[in-house]
C-alpha cells in the first residue's frame, strides 16, 4: 500500500505487507510497482489522487485492476463526461467546455447567470464554483484558474434550487453486485 496520510491507515496498519508513506505521484507509484515487481494496482482507494494517475500508470505498463483507466478518464474529464451524456440523451443544463475568458463570458450571457465553472480532474469539486455575474467569472479565471487550450474548464447553467442526487455502483462483468443511491440533505446551492 502507497498512503501519504498515515492517519488514514493507523486502525488498519496491518492489513498489508507492506506499507509506504510516499506522495502518490506517477513517478512515486511506478519506482514502487517496480521495487516490487507488482503485478497490479488497486487505483479505487486513494481518493482523487490516484484517479488522476491511472491512465498514466496503465499506458507506463501497469495493470489496473478494476475500472478501466480510460473509464476513468470519461468520468473525470468534465467535456468528455458532459458529451456521452449528450450522446445517450441523459437531461443536463447547458454546457461548453472554454479555453479562453471571453469564450466563457460569451457562453455566460448566452445561458444567463448563474453558472458553475468545473475544470476536469479536481479533488471533490475542488475549485468548482459557483459565478453569478461576469466580474466574479472574470476573476475566477485570471486568479483562480488557468484557462487555455491545454486547461480547459467546462461551465454550464447553474441550476437554482436542484437536488443532487448520487448513484454508486459496484459490477462484475455488467452484473450490478451492490449499488446506492444516496439524495444531498442540502441543495445544490
Not at 491511472?54 to 463526461?81: C, V
Request: charged content about 25%; hydrophobic content about 40%.
Amino acid at each position: 500500500m502507497i498512503n501519504y496520510n498515515p492517519e488514514t491507515v493507523s486502525t488498519d496498519f496491518d492489513e498489508v505487507d507492506r506499507l509506504y508513506f510516499e506522495e502518490l505521484s506517477f513517478e512515486r507509484v511506478m519506482d514502487i510497482y517496480e521495487l516490487e515487481h507488482a503485478q497490479d494496482v488497486v487505483v479505487s482507494v486513494g481518493g482523487q489522487l490516484p484517479q488522476n494517475i491511472a491512465l498514466k500508470l496503465q499506458q507506463a505498463g501497469a495493470k489496473i485492476l478494476g475500472t478501466n483507466p480510460e473509464d476513468i478518464d470519461k468520468a473525470e474529464d468534465r467535456h468528455k463526461f458532459s458529451s456521452i451524456l449528450d450522446s445517450i440523451n441523459v437531461d443536463q443544463p447547458a454546457w461548453k467546455e472554454l479555453t479562453s475568458i471571453a469564450e466563457a463570458e460569451e457562453f455566460a450571457n448566452e445561458v444567463g447567470y448563474p453558472v458553475l465553472v468545473r475544470p476536469s480532474y479536481v479533488l471533490s469539486g475542488a475549485a468548482m464554483s459557483v459565478i453569478r455575474s461576469k466580474d466574479e467569472l472574470a476573476s475566477k479565471l485570471s486568479n483562480a484558474a488557468q484557462v487555455s487550450s491545454d486547461y480547459p474548464v467546462v461551465i454550464s447553467k447553474f441550476i437554482e434550487g436542484a437536488q443532487e442526487i448520487d448513484i454508486d455502483a459496484v459490477a462484475s462483468q455488467g452484473k450490478v453486485l451492490v449499488h446506492a443511491v444516496s439524495a444531498h440533505v442540502e441543495n445544490a446551492d
